[in-house]
Nanobody, 121 residues
Framework: QVQLVESGGGEVQPGGSLRLSCAAS????????MGWYRQAPGKQRESVAV???????NYADSVKGRFTVSRDNAKNTVSLQMNSLKPEDTAVYYC???????????????WGQGTPVTVSS
């Protein structure tokens, strides 16, 4: 019902910047929360940054001050500006949304296909 498509991943040197974007499409009744998770090799998926429709944000301690999440409610998009990247930020980044497809649906979690980010010299 809700499709999430990410873009913007890639390879960057330590200290560099990348911007990830995600567009939601399909049947969307409400989408109170959007954000980004990441999964590094051999590790569990973890929350990076989430943002509500009221533009309230929450960040993982490891990215505070370096990453900024934003969303456009009118366009159903969410972005992640990543600055001062470190090798430990290397992971596959997944767009996330908690949404209701129709008024009859209960809220459920939706995931994008993932976009790789590699921070290496």
């Amino acid at each position: 019902q809700v499709q999430l498509v990410e873009s913007g991943g890639g390879e960057v040197q330590p200290g560099g910047s990348l911007r990830l974007s995600c567009a939601a499409s399909g049947s969307i009744f409400t989408m109170p929360t959007m954000g980004w998770y990441r999964q590094a090799p051999g590790k569990q998926r973890e929350s990076v940054a989430v943002i509500t429709s009221a533009i309230s944000t929450n960040y993982a301690d490891s990215v505070k001050g370096r990453f900024t999440v934003s969303r456009d409610n009118a366009k159903n998009t969410v972005s992640l500006q990543m600055n001062s990247l470190k090798p430990e930020d290397t992971a596959v980044y997944y767009c996330y949304a908690r949404a209701r497809g129709t008024i009859l649906d209960r809220p459920r979690d939706y995931w994008g296909q993932g976009t790789p980010v590699t921070v290496s010299s």
